[in-house]
Nanobody, 120 residues
Framework: QVQLVESGGGLVQTGASLRLSCQAS????????MGWFRQATGKERQFVGA???????TTADSLKGRFTVSRDNRRNTVFLQMDNLKPEDTAVYYC??????????????WGQGTQVTVSS
């Protein structure tokens, strides 16, 4: 079982940066790919990015150049660096973990989410 706790959300202005953290705990953490998702009010949950524990990362095409996923294996922590934030980035951001697979449904473990609000 994996436990995930996000932190770092908040209220910022357009153009600001934020770094979200996801602290993972549990066994066999190196077996998991960690993902970031977001869900705005009234919209479907959207894939943001993911990273394996070996360091291979991917970011949603629409967010490349502004969002970056990284990790610190020593601290069992995954980060989401968000730059040049826009009001449309306002959402609850979730950290998730999966063992394998290429679909959203393969993420079986989720954090509680952290709110990011970008004011115009």
């Amino acid at each position: 079982q994996v436990q995930l706790v996000e932190s770092g959300g908040g209220l910022v202005q357009t153009g600001a940066s934020l770094r979200l953290s996801c602290q993972a705990s549990g066994r066999y953490l190196t077996s998991y790919t960690m993902g970031w998702f977001r869900q705005a009010t009234g919209k479907e949950r959207q894939f943001v990015g993911a990273i394996t524990w070996s360091g291979a990362s991917t970011t949603a095409d629409s967010l490349k150049g502004r969002f970056t996923v990284s990790r610190d294996n020593r601290r069992n922590t995954v980060f989401l660096q968000m730059d040049n934030l826009k009001p449309e980035d306002t959402a609850v951001y979730y950290c998730a973990a999966k063992v394998s697979g290429s679909s959203r449904e393969d993420y079986k473990h989720w954090g509680q989410g952290t709110q990011v609000t970008v004011s115009s």
